[in-house]
């Protein structure tokens, strides 16, 4: 029988490694304490490897493992993976995304309760200082209080599930729901932000992404209640760490239960020299139980991924140049980018996903429907969604799906098209790629364009009069927002332009343009 070699690259649990080294078929390598340039020489063999954190899977790891079909990255985050070059590569490269799903939910609630109780305070002035006060420890209660829970996802349900069962009443914020999501177990749902400003307590659950980073800044925390309450258990940054220490500072927040930050390790962060905040370093996936399900997963995902049988999880598609059409690359990436590009135009609970396809990439139709899933539900999912997922995280949301074959579409040898239609209404999008990879958004809404699928941009309809691009450049220029490229089409009775600016722009700056009277619609996305 010949037999997989998987290396094993990092510590993990040793539930994970019982069930590699009684695997009959499994030639099971532990590496992980050897040396990282050691570690070369190793992996040189294996057709799978499994990996923590501690190892970078970059270059040199990509060169020197010459036999590897797939790499299992034991967690969450993926940071440490070149995954452009293992898909040029034609590696699969999977995470473990939902095994710590409990752990993070459990230590969210620890940290809302430590900051109603402020039982780390307590707990030292007993132990530490041996002085017994009950005085000085008057705390608050759950029940009755209004949770905020920013993100409806994995760990956000059930922390407003497990909060639900304090008697506390929650509400969420997440538009890419559909707001039954969240009613039907007895949440309250909103898509007005400050509704959640309104709440005692906060918590986040979001992405890592352009729109989240800073959601929580000055500007948000001054319409607060003066002692709220905020945690974060989820990604560093979505608070804005300057704001939040001058309003601890300040009183503004009573306390804050942080287990992330911007830069970590955070021991010299100065968050920890304030008197009302709970810290943790990083602990959402650290409990017995999560580590021995990383574990365990990563092992079954690695000999599935072994076998050929499976890729659980996949973050990437692996493209093998020596078995697909060298144009059919460009056409898969316009794709996603088309569908991220209108999942940010319009940011609510997504109904469809339609792709069409004229000229020979239309053989390719499943593949772009797949990739044109990945990048609907990036904006609002996040690391959540995979190549492999990406359509039954879809099917949960209620989406539908359709494709189909155009056989005449002048102009164009190849062409696709994306609609999606919303809560809000229908976004369609087409593209095609000129020479070898020079790709085009050609038709936005109706309107013809030639944009590049890249950078920071304004989406802008309004009713075609005179002086309101004009009107709109004092704004972007009032801001110190300088204007790289501006593409404009016009129809009967309104125009759309496509602004492309050199800064990310502010919801307050969008505010500003849907103002103009003109306006009709205004968004703004990143590529």
């Known amino acids: 029988m010949s037999k997989h070699t998987i290396v094993v690259c990092d510590h993990i649990h040793e539930d994970g490694l019982n069930i590699l080294q009684n695997t009959e078929d499994i030639n099971y390598v532990y590496a992980a304490d050897i040396d990282k340039t050691a570690l070369l020489d190793v992996v040189k063999d294996a057709d799978v490897a499994i990996t923590r954190s501690s190892t970078d899977v970059d270059e040199k790891f990509l060169s020197a493992a010459v036999n590897l079909k797939a790499i299992i990255r034991a967690g969450v985050g993926y940071d440490n993976v070149d995954m452009e070059g293992c898909s040029k590569r034609g590696i699969i490269a999977m995470n473990v995304p939902t095994a710590n799903t409990i752990a993070a939910v459990e230590l969210t609630m620890a940290h809302m309760l430590s900051c109603m109780r402020k039982f780390p305070y307590a707990h030292n002035q007993l132990k530490q200082d041996r002085v017994w006060k009950r005085e000085d420890w008057y705390g608050n209660e759950l029940y009755g209080k209004k949770l905020g ?29 559909p707001s039954t999501k969240a009613t039907d177990l007895g949440i309250g749902y909103t898509t007005d932000f400050n ?49 939040l220490y001058n309003n601890l500072k300040s009183g503004k927040i009573a306390m804050a239960g942080i287990d992330v930050f911007i830069k970590e390790p955070a021991t010299d962060n100065k968050l920890l020299d304030l008197p009302n ?22 092992a079954e995902n690695a000999i599935e991924s072994a076998r050929g049988i499976a890729y659980p999880n996949a973050l990437n598609l692996p493209i093998d140049e020596s078995k697909i059409p060298s144009f059919v690359k460009p056409y898969i990436e316009l794709t996603q980018k088309m569908a991220f590009l209108s999942a940010q135009s319009d940011k609510s609970a997504i109904r469809s996903i339609s792709v069409c396809a004229h000229g020979e990439i239309k053989e390719y139709l499943e593949s772009l429907c797949t990739f044109a899933t990945v990048g609907a539900l990036s904006v609002s999912a996040g690391d959540e969604v995979n190549y492999v997922n990406a359509k039954f995280l879809a099917e949960e949301k209620g989406i539908k799906f359709d494709s189909c074959e155009i056989n005449h579409c002048s102009g164009y040898s190849n062409k696709v098209t994306v609609k999606i239609t919303t809560e809000k209404g229908v976004n369609t999008i087409s ?49 110190n927002i300088n204007i790289s490229d501006f593409r404009l089409a016009r129809g009967k009775d309104s125009a759309l332009a496509v602004i492309l600016v050199d800064e990310s722009i502010k919801s307050d700056i969008l505010e500003q343009i849907k103002t103009l009277e003109a306006a009709i619609s205004v968004a703004y996305a990143e590529i």
């Open 149 to 177: 829970v920013i993100g409806f996802g994995n760990i956000g349900h059930r922390v407003a599930l497990r909060a639900k069962s304090f008697e506390m009443d929650v509400i969420t914020y997440d538009p890419y729901i």
């Open 195 to 243: 509704d959640i400003l309104d709440c005692d307590i906060i918590t986040i659950h979001t992405p890592k992404n352009p729109e989240t980073i800073n959601m929580i800044g000055e500007e948000e925390i001054a319409k607060m209640k003066d002692g709220v309450i905020l945690i974060n258990c989820a990604r560093g940054g979505l608070y804005n760490e300057d704001a």
């Open 277 to 298: 905040i709970t810290v943790t370093a990083h602990l959402g996936a650290n409990t017995r139980e999560s580590q021995r399900k990383i574990a365990t997963q990563a």
């Open 431 to 479: 593209g095609t790629v000129f020479d070898e990879d020079v790709q085009r958004i050609v038709e936005l809404n109706g309107f013809d364009f030639d944009v590049e699928p890249k950078g920071k941009m304004i989406l802008l309809r309004n009713s075609d009069i005179p002086g309101f691009i004009g009107h709109v450049g004092q704004i972007l220029g009032d801001n």
